[in-house]
C-alpha cells in the first residue's frame, strides 16, 4: 500500500447499539473505541435507520452511511457488496459471520459462536421445517465463505476459536480471540430497591435470570429445577424473575410455567439499565442454565454489581466466568437442584463468590479490546 495515503476502513455497523442486543454491545464498543484510538485512519461506518442517529463519531475521520438493508436477508447478499464496494475500503469490518459470498474486497470477520451449526432445531425457529432446512443451508454456506475468505478471523473465546479450526478446518494462526468487556453503564443505589422491587412486583428473596430465551439457554430446565426446588423447600417463599423482551419463546416459556404450575414466577419484559441494576444487586443469584455460549456476558455483568452467579459448565462459561462461579450441569437436574439449593442456603459461599466476582470482571477490558482489534486491523492492512 502507498505509504502516503491513509487507509480507508469500514465497519459493518448494522448491530450498533440496544437494537442489536448482545451482538449489538459489542459493535458498539468496537465502533466507539477503536475509531477514537485510530487517527491516522479514515473510517466508514454503515448502520441502519434504526441506529444512524445513535452513533455519534468523535471525531474527524468518520463518516457514517445509512443502509436500508436487513441482516440475514436475500438483499445482503445481493445488494451489499455494491454498498460496499463504491466505498473503495482497504478493509472492511463484519461485526458477526453474515459477510456477503459475493463481496471481495479485503475483510475481517467476527465470529461469537457456532450455535446454529451446534444447535440446529426446529424449536429455535418459526419457520416452517423445509424453509428452517434451506435458511440453515444457506447459513452454513455464508459462514464458510466469511471463515474462508476472510483475511483474519476474530472470536471472543478460546472455546469458540477451537469450534472454528474443529469444524472448518482452519489454521489457529488465523484466528485471534479479544475477550469482551464488562459495560460501565449499570448504576445503583440503595434508595432505589424498595421502589424498583415494587414496581415489579417481586420482592427479595429472587433468583434472577437475564437474556433472551433461545432454546440452549434451557430455561425449560431452570423452570423444572425451580419448580423441584420450590417443592423441597415449600416453607421457603423465593421467587424466580425471568428478564427479557418478550417475543415467541418468551411466550413459549411462560405458557409452560403455567402448566407446570409453578408458583412466584415473574417476567417483567425488557428492564432498563437503572433497574436493572438493582435486581443484580438484590438478586440471591444470577443463574446461567445455557447448554452452549461462545462468551456469557450476562453472568459477567451481575458479577460486576456484586451478584453471585450459578452457572452452567457448558461452553466458554467456565473459560470466562473462571473460579468465580459455582457450576452445575445442566444434563443433570439434580446437580442442578443441588447446586441451587447450595447457592441460596449458604451465605459464606454468596460472599466468597462476590468477592471472586468482582475480580474476574477486571480481566474484562473493552478499553484492551479495541486495542486488539486495531492492531488486526493494521496488521491487516499492512
Known amino acids: 500500500m502507498d505509504k ?10 448494522r448491530f450498533y447499539g440496544p437494537l442489536g442486543k448482545g451482538l449489538g454491545r459489542y459493535t458498539q464498543e ?13 473510517y466508514v461506518v454503515f448502520l441502519s435507520p434504526e441506529n444512524f442517529a445513535s452513533f455519534q463519531p468523535a471525531g474527524t475521520n468518520c463518516r457514517k452511511v445509512k443502509i436500508r438493508v436487513r441482516w ?13 464496494r463504491r466505498e473503495k475500503l482497504d ?52 459462514i464458510s465463505h466469511a471463515v474462508r475468505c476472510s483475511l483474519k478471523i476474530i472470536t471472543v473465546s478460546k472455546f469458540t476459536a477451537a469450534d472454528i479450526i474443529s469444524q472448518f478446518q482452519v489454521s489457529p494462526d488465523k484466528i485471534s480471540v479479544t475477550y469482551e468487556g464488562v459495560a460501565d453503564n449499570f448504576s445503583f443505589s440503595p434508595a432505589d430497591s424498595a421502589k424498583t422491587l415494587a414496581h415489579y412486583g417481586f420482592s427479595e428473596p429472587f433468583f434472577l435470570y437475564v437474556g433472551n430465551a433461545y432454546p440452549h439457554k434451557n430455561l425449560e430446565g431452570l423452570l423444572k429445577t425451580f419448580a423441584a426446588f420450590q417443592r423441597e423447600n415449600s416453607a421457603e417463599k423465593v421467587s424466580l424473575v425471568l428478564v427479557g423482551k418478550e417475543d415467541y419463546f418468551y411466550l413459549h416459556i411462560k405458557d409452560l410455567a403455567k402448566n407446570l404450575k409453578i408458583q412466584a414466577v415473574y417476567f417483567p419484559g425488557y428492564v432498563p439499565d437503572q433497574d436493572l441494576s438493582v435486581l443484580f444487586s438484590l438478586a ?38 473462571g473460579e468465580a462461579a459455582l457450576y452445575f450441569n445442566p444434563y443433570q437436574p439434580e446437580d442442578f437442584l ?45
Open 91 to 142: 478493509l472492511l469490518h463484519f461485526t458477526h459471520f453474515n459477510v456477503p459470498m459475493f463481496y471481495r474486497r479485503p475483510f475481517v470477520v467476527t465470529i461469537h459462536d457456532l450455535i446454529l451449526t451446534k444447535f440446529p432445531s426446529l424449536k429455535a425457529t418459526l419457520l416452517s421445517p423445509w424453509m428452517y432446512r434451506l435458511k440453515n443451508f444457506a447459513y452454513r454456506l455464508v
Open 284 to 321: 440471591r443469584a444470577y443463574v446461567f442454565p445455557s447448554f452452549y455460549e461462545g462468551f456469557g456476558l450476562p453472568p459477567l455483568e451481575a458479577m460486576s454489581l456484586g451478584c453471585p452467579v450459578l452457572s452452567s459448565s457448558e461452553g466458554s462459561l467456565p473459560e470466562i466466568l
Open 30 to 42: 468496537i465502533c466507539d473505541r477503536v475509531i477514537a484510538l485510530d487517527p491516522e485512519s479514515d
Open 72 to 84: 440475514y436477508s436475500w438483499q445482503e447478499q445481493i445488494i451489499l457488496p455494491f454498498l460496499f
Open 338 to 382: 443441588k447446586k441451587m439449593t447450595e447457592i441460596y442456603y449458604h451465605g459464606e459461599l454468596r460472599a466468597s463468590l462476590r468477592t471472586a466476582g468482582l475480580q474476574r470482571v477486571g480481566f474484562f477490558d473493552w478499553g484492551r479490546c479495541a486495542l486488539e482489534t486495531l492492531a488486526i486491523y493494521k496488521s491487516c492492512l499492512s
Open 4 to 13: 502516503k495515503k491513509r487507509p480507508t476502513i469500514g465497519i459493518d455497523a
